[in-house]
């Protein structure tokens, strides 16, 4: 072939760019960044819309209704969806996949800006932003103790500013905990006595609490700036503002409201196994290191653990790195193990020099991939590690024809370079065309239409690049080193592989001698058996799904209560249940987040509290401390909350793979 006669025409150079692959590949691969799933935009935009109080009848009416409106006037979208909570509306408009998504939020950005003006003068700031893979945490850090949540919560806070510090952390969300306010408890008989309103009191706190520019003043050859103070540092200040004056005296706020330091009204309770936490969420910028990024919390926590309080402690969960480390673990470990058996199994048929010559092509074939990976902007991510793992069993094929081909034209006589020429160009275009028809199977992944498409299309793109790397190391470098390094063996004819090729060809030559003599007959078993397997799948299969129903490491108990329930009373439910699952074997541990439920198809990033709504999260131990399948765990904590009173509990366990959505979903 001529790409082949041209590389061994210049074998000096051949060497040098193997050596460059080599330091390049590996390069390309230490700086890959390594996350859980791959960056997608998604052709989705959400609007959420705040407003404290109200009902959800009136969320759709006021709120809802005036902004779906302005949206239906955009173009290419395909659907527009509303739900309205108590003090809470979420609209998400799914656009057509051809949509730019910058071009998707900038309109709807625009829509909603026109309809403030039908909206309530009272309502909060309409968010608009795009649904991104990225707004799910990477960790989730509990810290738990004997201490109040007053003091858990600044222990937080200062890991909070600590995370944010390290590169490539894009957010820590603080949740839980207690935050302090001034309460202003106004008396309503003061106020009739005085003939006053909340409104009043209102605006006078407003303009008291105020820090004003008061100009600048020259002096010599300098300019001073001015400013007037008025922001309240104590309550007495508080106490002392003049809310009206009447015949002449000052009616003063403290005497007509009792003002105190005190708590926010939580929205949401946590706990893990019954005990009050504080939690922080750390979300990753796109297409840093999810690796480098979770040493580094845990190192901080490591540090920071030694001046905790005494008997304050932090629980990680949700650690996505650990599957991520697991997967780059065993990528390696393929690689390396592949290498070693792949010479291992050549030497039975090939001897070790020339098992080692065919092994070579694995590692420069994953080095090759790398630098174009690298070059293509991908991350080492789920889709990606899979690809690869997959197609470590394919790399060597081409190689093993290459190599054993130019031995047996050495054998007979020729030289090294006449060798690999002529066995390189025998087997070439069959080499190439087996590689193609390979790639051809997987390349109809790549459109694959929609965000599952996209999401899919990592993997076929990379066994591509994989697969097309393996192809031109078997035409290119593979003759080039065997053009130097080849040696015949005289022990080949004593090797167990060529003893067992002697015995089992013999055996092999008559089963196709009377295959060939009995054409019609084998042809009828053939068919035979094809629709034998057809009939089979057909009545004991076990039906097609996405993606296979793992064995869960988490359960996820879900607890909703009537509309309106006090955030107390669905506490009071939710201790129930912790009392009923404590007991549950395999179990690390377990968080209560009550007024909150996970939802692995919101991206939006937020989301109103729920007081009707909990969850309480299962934590199984690793898969080999486990002492049973997580699948029969998962029903026996099912058993345990059947018929829990005033109140339907599901247990469920996390989606596998990219969310989908629900299998089967009914609007009315």
Known sequence: MKITNTSLKFKTSIFVLLTLISISGLISYMGLPVESFPSIKQPMVIVAVPYVGVSPEDMETLV?????????????????????????????????????????????????????????????????QEVNF????????SIVGNQSLVRLKKIAEDLQD????????????????????????????????YNLGTEDVTKAIRNENLTMPGGAIDGGNLRFSVRIPGEFKNINELKNIVVKRKAGRAIYLGDLADIYFGFKDQQSYAR?????TVSLSILKRSGENIINISNRVKQILNEEQKRFPAGVSYVISNDQSRDIRR??????????????????????????????????????????SFIVIDAMGYTLNMMVLFS??????????????????IYRHHQEGKNLMQAAQDGTAEVGVAVTTSTITTLAAFSPMVFWPGVIGEFMSYLPVTLIITLSASLLVGLVFNPVIA?????????????????????????????MIYALENRILVMGITAFLYLGMIFLYAFMGHGIEFFPDLEPKQAWVKIDMANGTRL????????????????????????????????????????????????VTVDFVERPARHQNSFITLKEVAAKVRNTPGAQVDVTKPQDGPPTGNAVEINI
């Open 64 to 128: 809802a209704n005036p902004i779906e409106k302005k949206l239906k006037e955009i173009t290419k979208i395909s659907e527009l969806k509303s739900t309205s909570l108590e003090g809470y509306t979420n609209i998400t408009a799914k656009f057509e996949s051809d949509m730019d998504i910058d071009e998707a939020v900038r309109k709807v950005r625009e829509k909603v800006d026109q309809a403030r003006p039908d909206l309530p003068s009272d309502v909060d700031e309409p968010v608009v």
């Open 134 to 141: 990225e707004n799910i945490p990477i960790m989730l850090i």
């Open 162 to 193: 600590m995370f944010e510090q390290i590169p490539g952390v894009l957010e820590v969300k603080l949740s839980g905990g207690l935050e302090r306010e001034v309460k202003v408890n106004l008396n309503p008989y003061r106020l009739k006595y």
């Open 272 to 276: 893990i196994n019954k005990k009050p």
């Open 327 to 368: 997967m780059v673990n065993d990528l390696e470990n393929n690689i390396i193990s592949g290498l070693i058996l792949v010479v291992l199994v050549l030497y039975f048929f090939m001897g070790a020099r020339n098992g080692f010559l065919v092994g070579i092509a694995i590692p420069l074939s994953m080095l090759l």
């Open 388 to 405: 690869l793992i997959l197609a470590l069993g394919m790399l060597v094929d081409n190689a093993i024809v290459i190599i054993e081909n």
């Open 483 to 511: 053009s130097s390094f080849l040696r015949l063996d005289s022990r080949m004819d004593k090797l167990p592989g060529n003893r067992f090729l002697e015995y089992i060809l013999p055996k092999y030559e008559k089963t």
């Open 568 to 615: 107390e009373a669905t506490d009071k439910v939710v201790r129930e249940v912790e009392n009923r699952i404590g007991d549950t074997p395999d179990m690390k541990y377990y968080v209560s987040d009550v007024g909150h439920q996970t939802n692995m198809n919101d991206f939006s990033g937020g989301g109103a509290s729920t007081p009707h709504k909990a969850q």
